[in-house]
C-alpha cells in the first residue's frame, strides 16, 4: 500500500518560512492535500489539489509537488498557525494520510 | 451552507457494536461521497472507508472490512457508520466527511464523535 512520510516536528520562528514536506514514491502522479487540526477540532483543508487555497485560508498557506516530495509552505508564520498538519492522497481507491507532523512556532 | 452533524460521544463495552450518525445538511447527500476517517489519541488520521451517495455502494480498508457497515437513509439525509467487534483499540474520535466534486479531497468534515471502549 501507498505510504506517505512526513516529519514528526518542525519548529519555525514567530514572522518566518515554515516548510512541511510529505513523502511519497512518485508523489508528483498524485494530487496532494493538506489539513490543518488544532487540539481538539477536527481538520481542515488549506491546500487541495497541490496549490490550491480554499477561500477563508490566508495567501500565507502554500504547496507545491514534485517528485517524490510534496511541501506545504507557511510563510510569516503567527502563533495561530501551531497546529498538526497532515498531507493526504488518493491510492487507487483509498485515502492515505500522513503520519502528521506539529508545527511549533517559536 | 454545508452542514454534517454527528453525535458528541459513546461508550462501548469490548465485543459490542457501535453506530455512529453523520447527519448532513446544505448540499444532496444523493450527489456526494461520504468518507469515515478515525484517530485514536495522540495519532495520525486513519481512513476507514466511504460511501457513495448515488448509489450506496462502499469501500473499506480491508483491515475493517470484516466490521464495518456503512449506510446511508437518504429521506433523513444521514450516513451511518457501524464498527463492530470492538476492542479498546477502537477507541478514537471519528469524523465524517464530504469529498468534493473536483477531487479527492473533503472541505467538510464532521466534529467528530468520541467513542470509548472499555469494560
Known amino acids: 500500500s501507498y505510504e506517505l512520510t512526513q516529519p514528526l516536528s518542525v519548529s519555525v520562528a514567530l514572522g518566518q518560512t515554515a516548510t512541511i514536506t510529505c513523502g511519497g514514491n512518485d508523489i508528483h502522479y498524485k494530487n496532494v492535500h493538506w489539513y490543518q487540526q488544532k487540539p481538539g477540532q477536527a481538520p481542515v483543508l488549506v491546500i487541495y489539489?497541490?496549490?490550491y487555497r480554499p477561500s477563508g485560508i490566508p495567501e500565507r498557506f502554500s504547496g507545491s509537488n514534485s517528485g517524490n516530495t510534496a511541501s506545504l509552505t507557511i510563510s510569516r508564520a503567527q502563533v495561530g498557525d501551531e497546529a498538526d498538519y497532515y498531507c493526504?492522497?488518493?491510492?487507487?481507491?483509498?485515502?492515505?494520510f500522513g503520519g502528521g507532523t506539529k508545527l511549533t512556532v517559536l | 451552507q454545508v452542514q454534517l452533524v454527528q453525535p458528541g460521544a459513546e461508550v462501548r463495552k469490548p465485543g459490542a457494536s457501535v453506530r455512529i450518525s453523520c447527519k448532513t445538511s446544505?448540499?444532496?447527500?444523493?450527489?456526494?461521497?461520504i468518507h469515515w476517517v478515525r484517530q485514536a489519541p495522540g495519532h495520525s488520521l486513519e481512513w476507514m472507508g466511504w460511501l457513495n451517495g448515488g448509489n450506496g455502494n462502499t469501500k473499506s480498508l480491508e483491515k475493517f472490512q470484516a466490521r464495518l457497515t456503512l449506510t446511508m437513509d437518504t429521506s433523513a439525509s444521514t450516513v451511518y457508520m457501524e464498527l463492530g467487534g470492538l476492542t479498546s483499540e477502537d477507541t478514537a474520535v471519528y469524523y465524517c466527511a464530504k469529498e468534493e466534486t473536483d477531487g479527492d479531497y473533503a472541505a467538510y468534515w464532521g466534529q467528530g464523535s468520541l467513542l470509548t471502549v472499555s469494560s
Open positions: 489539489r497541490d496549490i
Open positions: 493526504q492522497v488518493w491510492d487507487r481507491v483509498i485515502w492515505v
Open positions: 446544505g448540499f444532496d447527500l444523493n450527489k456526494y461521497p
